[in-house]
Nanobody, 116 residues
Framework: QVQLVESGGGLVQAGGSLRLSCAAS????????MGWYRQAPGKQRELVAT???????TYADSVKGRFTISRDNAKNTMYLQMNSLKPEDTAVYYC??????????WGQGTQVTVSS
């Protein structure tokens, strides 16, 4: 079992930046993939970005060019650098780690609020 703890959320004005962190209780080196998801009030949880074991990244169209996902295996931590934030980025952000294709761990979430 791996526990994930997100941090770095908060309130920021539109156009600002935040960096989210996801610290794992164990090694993330062997994780098949890791990712960030978000859920806005009244909406379904959606995928924001992923990073595979080999380092390949994917992004939702809505965040391409503004968000950057990365991981530091030595620190067992994944990051999401968010720039040029928009009010529509307001959501609870969750990190996830896939040990296998059928085993996924979730963090508890961190609130990001972007004011206009």
């Amino acid at each position: 079992q791996v526990q994930l703890v997100e941090s770095g959320g908060g309130l920021v004005q539109a156009g600002g930046s935040l960096r989210l962190s996801c610290a794992a209780s164990g090694s993330i080196f062997s994780m098949l993939a890791m990712g960030w998801y978000r859920q806005a009030p009244g909406k379904q949880r959606e995928l924001v970005a992923t990073i595979a074991h080999g380092g390949t990244t994917t992004y939702a169209d809505s965040v391409k060019g503004r968000f950057t996902i990365s991981r530091d295996n030595a620190k067992n931590t994944m990051y999401l650098q968010m720039n040029s934030l928009k009010p529509e980025d307001t959501a609870v952000y969750y990190c996830a780690a896939d040990r296998t294709r059928t085993t996924r761990y979730w963090g508890q979430g961190t609130q990001v609020t972007v004011s206009s």
